[in-house]
């Protein structure tokens, strides 16, 4: 039985999983029992199948599926697909394939592949996000939003492209040219439907402080709702008639330096304020500001653009007339779409005020030994009358109670986040269940549900900005079922992100044809307990998810107003170590460390290669790594992003069927900490492929006897519980193997194993490698799966050290009896010894001249 016989054992315990539903959670839960919710994000089915990416943040949350299996919870512990998206769409276009049958394809794909890392999931709840019976409640959703006032059409600016027929997203649009072919976009109006997620923009922000999430993702989220405290303050439009400019400042207390306004180019009273012999200079402005993102308008290195007006707006405090400019660095969409500028204490107003020769003038004081331009920190204020003095926070307060017993400004908060856009011109997403009598819209009642998509023959865009669904001529054209009138259908279909908002409420109650999900199972299984997923969904899938979830808390379909209790983000898994050192080409000779620039060493001139070496000719020396054959020559190391084109991509497929799901699974959880990013290193599967070998060994080839363990084995088995279990909750996998590993070298040295200690060290090992467990299991005489044995119970007197009573001699006569650890050495034992009133009363003062330990029998002081 010498050989791991992986393949056979791994193939036989999938099938036995299948076929048993091992894992599946009934529908009917005892609820009496505790709960435990364990998600993964679920993948999108791409047509280059699984990555190891993928298996990494799975097999995390199934080793504590599997453990809390075993704790006795309840565990709900599902997959499924998002399968709708561009990938499919575009493959449709290019072969006349339908997105659903690639879609299938992708899916089946991957499904095998999960199964075959032995993932402990229940497949009877895989959900399908494009599944009518699954998008029919997404739609329902929908129609919640609307009734709510909670989606709304606007006319929304999107890219089209004339070349291509059809609108594109800002990251297919690279400098106003399409990502494919470069032909020229222009942005168009266009009537879409918006989710008011910035209605929920503070209890978004508010409902953090309950979630125990990475901070970084939740100062992620927070800086993406970007709350502000200021001021709205109103500036008069010299001339004759009344109008205001409204602008949004959170900096009220340096108005007095304000000497310019800004508006945003699409402003409504642009063309009003406008001079005649401004008017061409502006309306050319405003015609390239069109063309460009409001991430290009904003970066903040970027060269500032603006046109003069021509008009002014009288400051209402310092009384100055000051001219109003345009410039695409205000957006219209943020605060009021104007600003007083401020060049004294705000970088981008500066630079503008230095470009178009605009006056700059202090209201606080830098420090004496401040050098830089705008000055944005804190200190006294200055040129600002009855404000002078005061800092910043007080400044601030001042200001706005003047502002708004004048009636000349009011305090306000605002927030970056945006209305959610919602319509894509797109085929393969769900489609937007309302249908138009004109511009008159209604909702499909419930019992319309689902909307299902009309079957297309050919993908081609449309040609208008409407989107392919446009050309479905016998599905565009129905019956308004409220009126019984002829209505036309939505074009639009929802984004990507639709059905990745809910999903996990499906998982609880996936076949419910009456109700998204049955109450009392929502009630029992949410909120998630453990949600693990990729750090690149920081912000808009879990912003979405968590807006959507708090709108069904209000409409009392859930019982939490936040979804996932705490989230994990794994680490991103890069290519293998790649080392390089540095030839001088004319020379030939190796050149350690150089500084290369344009390929040339920056110090001496001398043209240089890049010379690959590989992973066998490499020694290190410390966190330095050196070539083997010449260790003066340091290597340059770097790891990279798994890509196609670099061509480091590790296909897990290969690994699996080379080493097994076990010693795979093993490896992604031992490479480092869950959340690290970590290179890939295929060493490191023989490693734990070896590790699996010798447990095999360690089991199967030593007699296992129902004998008592002796002290030592009780003690090295209830560690390892203590370490692994500890382990497993604080989701520290890598060292919870390191323990089972020290476990193995220590037991190796046992003449036989004892059947206890063999079957809880099998137990423990399970989470992590199911398959040879199970095998082990059995091989130990067991006939039904370990799935939901009791987890081996820590027994804390087996960690506490071994005591005993030690006489004490001070000059050969006993004096004191001490209780010590066995494993205590002589400093410790006179330590303690001297502590004893008895030993210091004898000792007195004399100086000690000897003292002799004889381990665990006698301790003799010999004082003089
Ligand atoms: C005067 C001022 C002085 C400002 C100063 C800042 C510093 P946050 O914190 O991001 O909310 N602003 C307002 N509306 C804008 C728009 N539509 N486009 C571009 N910039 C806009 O930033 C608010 C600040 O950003 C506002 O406060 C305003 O400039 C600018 F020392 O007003 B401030």
């Given amino acids: 039985m010498a ?14 999983w299948q076929s048993n539903k091992t894992f599946k959670t009934p529908t009917k839960v005892d609820t009496t029992k505790p709960k435990y919710y364990v998600l993964d994000m679920f993948p999108y089915p791409s047509g280059a199948g699984l990555h190891v990416g993928h298996p990494e943040g799975y097999t995390a949350t199934d080793i504590v599926a599997r453990y809390k299996r075993m704790c006795g919870y309840n565990v709900l512990h599902p997959i499924g697909w998002d399968a709708f998206g561009l990938p499919a769409e575009q493959y449709a276009l290019r072969t006349g394939t339908h997105p659903r049958i690639t879609t299938e394809a992708n899916i089946n794909r991957f499904r095998k592949q999960l199964q075959s890392l032995g993932l402990s999931y229940d497949w009877d709840r895989e959900i399908d996000t494009t599944d009518p019976e699954y998008y029919k409640w997404t739609q329902w959703i929908f129609l919640q939003l609307l009734e709510r006032g909670l989606a709304y059409e606007a006319k929304v ?18 400098d106003g040219k399409s990502d494919i072919g470069g032909h020229p976009c222009e942005r ?146 943020y605060g009021t779409g104007a600003i007083m500028a401020v060049p004294g204490e705000d970088e981008r107003d500066w630079a503008f005020a230095a470009k178009y020769d605009l006056p700059i003038v202090r209201t606080v004081q830098p420090p004496s030994d401040f050098t830089g331009l705008a000055y944005t920190g804190d200190g006294p204020a200055i040129n600002s009358a009855f404000l002078n003095g005061l800092y910043i926070q007080e400044a601030k307060e001042r200001i706005i109670d003047y502002l708004e017993s004048e009636g000349l400004g009011t305090r306000k908060v605002n927030y970056k986040l945006r209305d959610w856009l919602f319509s894509r011109q797109r085929y393969w997403g769900e489609p937007i ?51 019984g009138n002829i209505a036309k259908r939505e074009t639009n279909t929802m984004p990507q992100w639709a059905g990745s908002c809910w999903y996990f409420l499906r998982y609880i109650d996936p076949k419910n044809s009456m109700q998204i999900v049955d109450p009392k199972l929502e009630k029992y299984w949410m909120p998630v307990d453990l949600y693990i997923g990729g750090a690149e969904h920081a912000v808009l899938h879990l912003l979405y998810a968590r807006f959507w979830h708090m709108v069904l808390y209000d409409a009392g379909v859930v019982s939490t107003p936040e979804p ?14 790649e080392y390089t050192a540095w030839k001088n080409i004319e020379s030939g000779q190796w050149v350690t460390s150089p500084q290369v620039s344009g390929g040339k060493d920056v110090h001496t001139g001398a043209h240089l290669e890049a010379v690959r070496i590989d992973e066998e000719r490499v020694t290190k020396d410390g966190d330095k790594f050196f070539l083997k054959e010449k260790p003066q020559i340091q290597l340059d190391v770097r790891a990279h ?17 080379q080493f097994g799901a076990d010693a795979f699974r093993l490896y992604e959880m031992f490479m480092g900490p869950l959340e690290q990013v970590k290179p890939w ?65 220590a037991a190796f040295k046992w003449k036989q194993i004892p059947q206890e200690i063999a079957e809880y060290f099998v137990l423990l090992l399970s989470p992590f490698a199911p398959h040879i467990s199970e095998e082990l299991w059995q091989y130990l005489g ?78 003799n002081i010999v004082v003089g």
């Fill in 782 to 859: 067991h006939q039904e799966s370990l799935a939901y044995e009791s987890w081996p119970e820590l027994d804390k007197q087996y960690l506490t050290e071994d005591m005993i009573d030690l006489p004490v001699q001070v000059n050969g006569k006993l004096r004191a009896t001490i209780r010590i650890p066995v494993e205590i050495d002589k400093q410790q034992v006179v330590e303690r010894a001297m502590l004893e009133t008895n030993v210091l009363k004898f000792v007195a003062n004399k100086p000690v001249n000897k003292e002799i330990y004889v381990p665990g029998r006698i301790l």
């Fill in 188 to 333: 168009r109006m266009l009537r879409q439907w918006v989710l008011r997620i910035t209605e929920y923009a503070e209890r978004l922000l508010k409902g953090l402080e309950h979630t125990d999430w990475p901070q970084s993702t939740k100062e992620m989220q927070r800086n993406w709702i970007g709350r502000s405290e200021g001021a709205e303050i109103d500036f008069k439009v010299q001339g004759g008639d009344s109008s205001v400019i409204r602008v949004y400042t959170t900096r009220p207390d340096t108005m007095f330096g304000a000497t310019y306004m800004v508006l945003a180019p699409e402003h409504p009273l642009v063309d009003h304020i406008s001079t005649k012999a401004q008017r061409n200079e502006v309306s050319h402005y405003i015609e390239l500001a069109s063309r460009k993102s409001d991430i290009e308008r904003t970066e903040l290195q970027k060269e500032k653009t603006g046109v003069f007006t021509g008009g002014y707006a009288l400051n209402p405090v310092s009384q100055e007339a000051i001219p109003i400019w345009i410039a695409d660095y205000v957006l219209s969409s």
């Fill in 681 to 745: 290193n295929t060493r490191g599967v023989h490693g734990t492929f070896r590790f699996l070998t010798r447990v095999w060994r360690l089991i199967t080839e030593r007699p296992v006897h129902d004998i008592k363990p002796e002290r030592e084995q009780l003690r090295l088995l209830h560690q390892t519980i203590d370490r692994v279990t500890s382990d497993i909750e604080g989701l520290r996998m890598n060292t919870a193997i390191a323990a089972l590993m020290e476990f193995v070298n």
């Fill in 157 to 174: 600016p999107v890219w089209w492209c004339e070349a291509l027929g059809t609108t594109l997203s800002n990251e297919e649009v690279v």
């Fill in 641 to 657: 992003k798994m890509s196609k084109s670099r061509g480091n991509v590790i296909n897990p497929d290969e690994i699996i069927s």
């Fill in 433 to 483: 269940p309302v249908v138009f009598e004109g511009d008159q819209v209604s909702s499909l009642p419930e019992n319309a549900l689902p909307l299902t998509l009309p079957e297309l023959e050919e993908f081609k865009p449309s040609g208008t900005p409407e989107g392919p669904l446009a050309l479905a001529q016998n599905w565009l054209q129905t019956i308004n079922p409220s009126s």
């Fill in 564 to 577: 996932f209790s705490k989230l994990v983000h794994q680490g991103m898994i890069l290519g293998e170590l």
């Fill in 3 to 16: 050989k791991y016989p992986f393949r056979e054992l791994e193939n036989k315990w999938q099938a036995y």
